[in-house]
């Protein structure tokens, strides 16, 4: 049980918050909260910055290495371009479509990951239809290449998506990579098997203006007309609602998901929203409920989540596509700590580079975080 309280408390529908604050005014939790966090805030500018400093009185502090972590609100693009180059910013993440112009200078290390909660997908309705089948479904994984969608949408950076969890998860289940690996007989098999040898017409809503999204769904389309399978893009500004609620068509394609136990528990369990057509299975239930009692990272918590990932895609209760990349570009924080050394020591030094190399950027940095009453 403790496992599975402890979380909890750092909820935002279940922390503990002092009931002196919510006896208060509203300010009082906003700019003094009381919390038992590795940071506590110093200074909230609604819309500008968040300043946090170490909490001493945190239970693990001596593992704290960071004296203060200062969140500014910039927007993505130009923004987080000028914060980093005016040493405002120590790290941004950019968006995918910046990638290639960043790379083109050396001022910024460029760090690419995989996140459990950037990724393309669609949830599912299994309710009635074709997609009530299991193996169109499977079908339906199988006419994807994740890995041409990977190169032609996310620039190479992403990573196919066999499961719930990224492959550098110790939650990944090994047995699932390339498990649904493009392959279109197969797919033609699975839909004659089912019953669909002329295959069928499938609606697909995506929410519009985003062009990851949009892209992937015409790559799809023309992959799955190759099964005989026609899908209808569906370009709608009410999306979510329409495909949670009113359920106009089975599958929606988003870039993004709930991280953690409410990955699995959103789409796949009864009473969530993200159910879609309610779908219900006791023997996944009965995996859920376990892991809602175990620890996180024990043995047994990695073992039953590797099941609940085979269960979830062997039975495809969703189309799984992409990890889309997390970009985050960091100005060169080695150069910017010699440099501070030499302020620091009253020493001489000379800063070097080729062009665009970022002498300037990490000069600006050092500057910018020098202690004006000294």
Known sequence: MAGAFYPLLAGQESFIVAPSQLRGAEAAINEAPIGAGAFRLKQYVPNQEIQLVRNPRYWDAKDIHLKELDLVNAQAGAQSVNALESGLADVAQIPLADLRAVQSTSAYHITVISSQTQKLWMPTCKLTGPLSNAQVRQALNFAIDRRAINDAVLDGKGEPEWALWPKSSIYFPESLNDYYAFNLRKARR????????SGFHVGLIIGPGDPTVEKTAEIIQAEWR???????????????TDAYIRHTAPLYLISSSRGGLASINGPYRPGDIGDMCNYDSPH????????????????????????AQEFVTKKALAIQVDFVPVVFRQAHQEAVARISFCIVESAMGVVTGDVGAGKTVAVRAAVTGLDPSR
């Open 190 to 197: 699975l839909l004659v098997t089912a019953g669909y040898r």
């Open 226 to 240: 190759q099964i005989g399978v026609e899908a209808n893009i569906i370009s709608d500004p009410n999306a979510t």
């Open 284 to 307: 996944l239930d009965a995996m859920l409920n376990q892991l809602d009692m175990l620890t996180p990272g024990t043995p047994k918590d990695v073992s039953i989540w590797k099941a």
